[in-house]
């Protein structure tokens, strides 16, 4: 299994931009969450899916970020436009809803600089 | 509002002695509380977890203790090995309808040799 996936690594981008953010979580987990770390707030929930529907969006800051699952298999993360106060690390995660106490698996993460 | 508070932001240890790592919650209702463990550039990983109807579980060198009355856990590590060094992610879940890991803000070990 090769965990899960996320692209870019790393996403430079001038203030104002689109950005986009994808996810390919593990084969069979049913449950996908989007997490940005900062220093002051550490991981920091923005939304997660069951079964590709959005449960919780409470933590989205505000109406430039955006997300959606398609399928069980592929979530995007957009923020438009970027500000210079995105940039941070954001975390994918998925995990199958029932199993609780084993956690989330989560992939590398994308570094995000808008400038 | 948070709702999982680990107020230290670091900790330096000498090898092979023991690590305590602290994490407090305001949530009653949480009833699972893990840790996870975070190297640079990768991405947090599952370390260990308890259940709250628990106060003790062990896995190896590591433990982690939960005091209900007092809403609060700990993560200790014995002995403790310069490759410990990293972030500890507290978290904890509601396994109810919302089941979501709320996390810490994280504290960054450092083991030295």
């Known amino acids: 299994d090769a965990g899960v996936i996320q692209s870019p690594r790393h996403e430079v981008t001038e203030m104002g931009q689109e950005v986009t953010l994808r996810c390919k979580p593990i084969?069979?987990?049913?449950?996908l969450f989007w997490y940005r770390q900062t220093m002051m707030r550490g991981l920091e929930l923005l939304i997660y899916?069951?079964?590709?529907?959005?449960?919780?969006d409470s933590g989205m800051p505000e109406d430039r970020f955006s997300a959606k699952m398609p399928n069980a298999s592929f979530s995007t993360l957009k923020i438009q436009p970027s500000e210079p106060r995105d940039s941070a690390v954001y975390f994918c995660?998925?995990?199958?809803?029932?199993?609780?106490?084993?956690?989330?698996?989560f992939g590398s993460g994308t570094r995000l600089t808008v400038v | 509002d948070q709702q999982v508070k680990q107020n230290s932001p670091s900790l330096s240890v000498q090898e092979g002695r023991i690590s305590i790592l602290n994490c407090d919650y305001t949530?009653?209702?949480?009833?699972?509380f893990l840790w996870y463990k975070k190297y640079p550039a990768e991405g947090p990983t599952f370390l260990i977890s308890?259940?709250?109807?628990?106060d003790k579980n062990e896995d190896g060198r590591f433990t982690v203790f939960l005091n209900k009355s007092a809403k609060h856990l700990s993560l200790h590590i014995v002995p403790s090995q310069p490759g410990d060094s990293a972030v500890y992610f507290c978290a904890a879940i509601s396994s109810g309808n919302t089941g979501k890991l709320i996390f810490g803000q994280g504290t960054t070990l450092q083991v030295k040799p």
């Open positions: 949530n009653s209702m949480f009833d699972y």
């Open positions: 308890i259940s709250s109807i628990k």
């Open positions: 899916f069951n079964n590709n529907v959005p449960i919780d």
């Open positions: 995660a998925s995990s199958l809803a029932l199993r609780v106490g084993y956690g989330y698996t």
């Open positions: 084969s069979g987990h049913n449950s």
